[in-house]
Nanobody, 128 residues
Framework: QVQLVESGGGLVQAGGSLRLSCAASGRTFSIYAMAWFRQAPGKEREFVAAISWSGSTSTLYADSVKGRFTISRDNAQNRVFLQMNSLKPEDTAVHYC????????????????????WGQGTQVTVSS
């Protein structure tokens, strides 16, 4: 099992920045990739960004955040981060950290439905 705990959400004005952090514990050696998803009220959960967990770094971003958000990792601390710049009101959502367990045939990038472990979420609110 892998446990995930997010932090860093809050209220910010449009154009501002926030940095989300996700701490992983448990069987972290079994992780293949980490990602951030978000869900706004009345909308389905959507993919935001993903990063490979070991070896050379691979990243993937949703078109809506490309150029504004940066995902990074710190394997020594078992943490993944999401730096969010130039925030817009439409970025308002509960942001979730997720981990994809390594399995036979794991490939990059993992499909969104493949993520096995989820955090409790952290609220990001961007005021106009």
């Amino acid at each position: 099992q892998v446990q995930l705990v997010e932090s860093g959400g809050g209220l910010v004005q449009a154009g501002g920045s926030l940095r989300l952090s996700c701490a992983a514990s448990g069987r972290t050696f079994s992780i293949y990739a980490m990602a951030w998803f978000r869900q706004a009220p009345g909308k389905e959960r959507e993919f935001v960004a993903a990063i490979s967990w070991s070896g050379s770094t691979s990243t993937l971003y949703a078109d809506s955040v490309k150029g504004r958000f940066t995902i990074s990792r710190d394997n020594a601390q078992n943490r993944v981060f999401l730096q969010m710049n130039s925030l817009k009101p439409e970025d308002t959502a509960v942001h979730y950290c997720a981990a994809d367990a390594r399995r036979i045939g794991s490939r990059w990038p993992p499909p969104p439905q493949e993520y096995d472990y989820w955090g409790q979420g952290t609220q990001v609110t961007v005021s106009s």
